[in-house]
């Protein structure tokens, strides 16, 4: 709505008709050029009288802000939205201090908005969906209970936590579909030649956990920043806990991170990072000491990780990170980041399972990208894929489907609006079935399209019909004033007019016979509105003969490389269009015609111009 409200807006340099460079000279003789026509006590007749007090007002702004040189910088930086909205942006000053104290309170102010959209909260819910029973088989298949068999695909809020998985220790248990302890007691199997009916499908499906992280945070100053976080998870037990990080930058290359977390972890940890530009290597190093409950006993262990990310090239990465402690490993990373594409190749060495991960990402449109990956360690081999699609400015929808030979088949759903994540994990199959991994694919798709032309198209399509609708309410607002505005110059000027007419038909001078603005498609275009007996809003053609004829000077026509629709007695019929300004003219006893851009700067009289004898 600013947008279009700004199409309209005043233009102080049209409306004197000087250039953006003019000097405070060619300002005050423009503005005493247009004084004789529009202050109100150049005319007798009440009337003008009252057309006059309503026009010189614009001409006198436009003189008041560009005769001083502040308000003119200001209003050259911001427009007149700079020049009238007071101390909010930027009022009238008296001097350059004054200005540049009001900038700097802006500056602040937009510092405190970023600073109340940082501490803004971040949180995640997930469910974990048990959906096995759909695709089991009398040859019950088995699997090692293992959360990192479960091989989901990182989307870009994952992403986000790969530092902490090179820097830090996780000795929480990870969440993901546990298989049944008890088969057999669980449910019953299906025989071979048997097909589930809808009402087994459907009780086959269960909420195996369910989990919600929050996260806040708050800057108290330039180098310091608190974060509050908690989660409470609930499966086949209930964990939680709640923590407090303290960021403190100690120089613009060093940054010391201190953790406190207390609940089913009790955990102290602090980081230490240096960047060292000149070689592009950024060094990290952790030390960690937790409280774990193992076997109804409370054991204190400490880890230590430390590592390095060294940029190779400006699209090659090289990622090292060691942890020694529980799962004490050494893991290599290459990542190579372009602006269509990442490839991210990673091994693992570790005493428990190692591991060799390869994933690329691909932009295959501004709003879509896909994802694949491929996993090996000596429990499971998996692949898979995730693609994202961006549904609008602050939300995105990501679904992925990962296919184990031991894990099986599962798939994720992710959901993001601003700051605020919902997952939904599916775990359709513990073993490799087809059926597991077409229903993984065409079940997300399904979705995502039913809620996107079922709810968020709807939704956003009617929000677009009730801006359009503004905008065209505001347009039709703005370009009435406007032709108003126009209508009283026009008629404020006719005498002048005629009087210039006169006097230039004695020297064989310049006369304008007719002069076209708007969307002209040829040089023969016809039939104008004049800006005096129209209310058709859809106008695209006036006649602006009157006002073209009132800038004449000595027999000479200039106009600056600035929009048309701003001088006096013009306004602008046909927003959003490409616009031109037509002129036949008379000089010299020739009639001459000539085609002008909108923007384009006029000087006539001009030979070139002259048409040719028929």
């Not at 250039?19 to 007749?45: G, V, W």
């Not at 802000?65 to 007071?86: M, N, P």
């Not at 390869?358 to 694949?372: G, M, N, P, Q, Y």
Request: charged content about 25%.
């Amino acid at each position: 709505m600013e947008e279009e409200v700004k199409d309209f807006s005043e233009d102080y340099y049209a409306l004197l008709n000087v250039p953006k460079n003019a000097s405070k000279a060619e300002i005050r003789s423009a503005y005493k050029q247009l004084s004789k026509l529009y202050h109100p006590d150049k005319h007798t007749d009440e009337a003008m009288q009252q057309l006059a007090r309503k026009m010189f007002p614009r001409i006198q702004k436009a003189y008041t802000v560009l005769s001083d040189e502040q308000s003119r910088a200001v209003y050259d930086a911001y427009g007149v939205k700079g020049v009238s909205a007071g101390n909010e942006i930027a009022p009238y000053y008296n001097t350059a201090a004054e200005l540049k104290a009001e900038f700097e309170m802006a500056e602040r102010q937009r510092e405190h908005e970023r600073f109340l959209n940082m501490a803004a909260p971040k949180g995640m819910m997930a469910v974990t969906i048990d959906a096995t029973k759909w695709f089991t088989y009398a040859h019950a298949h088995t699997h090692e209970e293992d959360g990192d068999d479960m091989n989901f695909l990182l989307t870009d809020e994952d992403i986000d936590d790969v530092d902490d998985e090179l820097t830090g220790l996780e000795f929480e248990e990870e969440e993901g579909m546990e298989h049944f302890e008890d088969e057999d007691e669980e449910f019953e199997l299906y025989e071979d030649d048997e097909t589930p009916t809808i009402t087994e499908m459907v009780g086959g499906i269960s909420i195996k956990s369910m989990k919600i992280e929050q996260e806040m945070q708050t800057r108290i100053d330039d180098k310091n920043t608190l974060k509050f976080f908690g989660s409470i998870t609930n499966s086949k037990r209930s964990r939680g806990g709640i923590g407090v990080s303290w960021d403190r930058f100690l120089s613009p290359s060093l940054t010391l991170q201190t953790t406190l977390s207390f609940g089913t972890q009790n955990l102290i940890k602090a980081k230490l990072q240096r960047t060292f530009h000149k070689i592009k290597t950024t060094v990290f190093g952790e030390l960690l000491f937790a409280s774990m409950a193992v076997k109804s006993a409370h054991v204190l262990v400490a880890g230590l990780t430390t590592g390095f990310v060294h940029r190779l090239t400006d699209a090659l990465s090289l990622v090292m990170h060691l942890k020694i402690g529980v799962d004490s490993s050494l893991t290599t990373s290459l990542i190579h980041n372009t602006k269509t594409f990442v490839n991210n190749i990673s091994a693992k060495l570790s005493k428990e399972v190692s591991s060799l991960s390869v994933e690329s990402r691909f932009d295959i449109s501004e709003s879509t990208k896909v994802i694949l990956s491929a996993s090996y360690s000596p429990l499971d081999t998996s692949v898979g894929y995730t693609l994202e699609r961006t549904v609008s400015e602050h939300a995105r929808f990501a679904m992925s489907v990962s296919v184990g030979l031991n894990s099986g088949v599962m798939t994720k759903v992710k959901y993001v609006s601003a700051r605020q994540a919902y997952v939904i994990p599916v775990h359709l199959s513990d073993h490799f079935a087809l059926s597991a991994v077409a229903t993984a694919s065409v079940l997300p798709i399904a979705l995502f399209f039913a809620v996107r032309n079922l709810l968020v198209l709807p939704y956003l399509n009617a929000q677009e019909r009730e801006k359009t609708a503004q905008r065209r309410k505001m347009k039709r607002m703005l370009m009435r004033k406007r032709r108003e505005e126009a209508r009283s110059a026009v008629l404020l000027m006719t005498q002048s007019v005629m009087r210039k007419i006169a006097a230039e038909e004695k020297v064989d001078g310049l006369v304008i016979e007719q002069a076209l603005y708007g969307k002209i498609l040829s040089s023969t275009a016809a039939q104008p509105h004049t800006v005096d007996d129209s209310e058709d809003d859809e106008q695209s053609v006036i006649d602006v003969t009157v006002p073209l004829q009132c800038l004449v000077r000595d027999s000479k026509l200039i106009l600056q490389d600035i929009s048309k629709s701003h001088l006096v007695g013009f306004y602008d019929p046909c927003p959003e269009e490409t616009k031109h300004l037509r002129i036949v003219y008379r000089f010299r006893g020739s009639v001459h015609e000539a085609l002008f851009d909108d923007e384009q700067a006029v000087s006539i009289p001009r030979k070139a111009h002259r048409r040719q004898q028929q």
